[in-house]
Structure formats: structure tokens, C-alpha cells
């Protein structure tokens, strides 16, 4: 299983690469990695596992973030605040389109590869259009909004060596863009 030893910090230079298209069909390597990055998620949540093997919790985990420089993300949100769940392992995600109106969260952002507290408004897209596959290799297509759409763009952003803090305005960290809701 993956623990806190297999996440690569800020710093490490696989974090600021452009991540690889993974190869179709999806080979078996792949599928495994998919499911171990959902699995350390999930075992992040749980209270007693997370506290055994000193996990952070963490919604969502990108394969650079485990230092293998190839697009996949997996996210797993048992409750979006809204009555929906998600638990997705996805391969070549691709943002199809976007809402011009842009969502933060109040709190600002965190990340398994950042263990420092960075504070600051990350201003996303608030309603996204996802096109990926799924781990069988079929085709997915979904629009989110609000959290989920937040946790999709944090993630994808990893495959194309973006880190949260890039978006923060040093000068008014704080400040909302006009128009941007609060998440
Ligand atoms: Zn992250």
C-alpha cells in the first residue's frame, strides 16, 4: 500500500514536468497504480488507518505525485456537501470546457505534496466538462461544479506541473476575484 514515503514534496522536479499520455490499452502496470493511488485515498479517510500509518487526508492524487510522470488522477469525495459522492480513477483527463465564473474555497487550498500550511485564494473554474478514460479504458465524459470541479483542476493541473500556490496573488492573497462564489 502507498503511505506518506511514496508521495514526492515541493520541490522534487517530477512536480514541475509535464506529465506523459498514458498508452492505450491501459496496461495492467497502470491499472494497478490507478487503483493503489485510489486505495491510499481512501485509507486516508479513515480514521484509525490514517492514524497507523500517518496519512494525511487527501480527496484527490495524481501518478506525478508518486513520482510516475504519466496523466492519471484519481479522486475519491464520499460527500461533495451536496448529496453526491465521487470515486473516479482517471486516464488522459482533459477539461473540454469551462464556465467563465470562477469558484474559490474560503479556506484556500492544500496538497499531499505540500506540507505546509500556504494561504491564499486559488480561483478556479466554478463548472467544468471532464473527458478522460475510465480504468477500462472506455470513455467518460462528466460536468461538475463547486468542490468536485476545484478537486478535478487541482489534480489535472499536477499533470501539467502546476502547483495550487502558482494561482495565489501575492499581492492580495486574500482577495476574491469580482464575480467568483465562494465554495
Ligand atoms: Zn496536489
Known amino acids: 500500500m502507498l503511505t506518506m514515503k511514496d508521495i514526492i514534496r515541493d520541490g522534487h522536479p517530477t512536480l514541475r514536468e509535464k506529465a506523459k499520455e498514458v498508452e492505450l490499452p491501459i496496461s ?3 491499472r494497478n497504480t490507478l487503483k493503489e493511488m485510489r486505495e491510499f485515498l481512501i485509507n486516508s479517510q479513515d480514521e484509525e488507518t490514517a492514524n497507523k500509518y500517518g496519512l494525511r487526508s487527501g480527496v484527490g492524487l495524481a501518478a506525478p505525485q508518486i513520482n510516475i510522470s504519466k496523466r492519471m488522477i484519481a479522486v475519491y469525495l464520499p460527500d461533495d456537501g451536496e448529496g453526491r459522492s465521487y470515486d473516479l480513477m482517471l486516464v488522459n483527463p482533459k477539461i473540454a470546457s469551462h464556465s467563465i465564473q470562477e469558484a474559490y474555497l474560503p479556506t484556500g487550498e492544500g496538497c499531499l505534496s505540500v506540507d505546509e500550511n500556504i494561504p491564499g485564494l486559488v480561483h478556479r473554474k ?5 473527458k478522460a478514460k475510465d480504468i477500462d479504458g472506455n470513455d ?5 461544479k463547486g468542490y468536485p470541479a476545484i478537486i478535478l483542476q487541482h489534480e489535472i493541473d499536477h499533470l501539467n506541473g502546476v502547483m495550487f500556490y502558482d494561482y495565489i496573488d501575492n499581492d492580495n492573497p486574500l482577495k476574491p476575484h469580482q464575480d467568483a462564489v465562494e465554495v
Not at 126 to 130: D, K, L, Q, Y
Request: aromatic share 0%; glycine share 0%.
Open 126 to 130: 466554478n463548472r467544468i466538462t471532464v
Open 140 to 144: 467518460v465524459q462528466m460536468r461538475l
Open 28 to 30: 495492467e502496470e497502470d
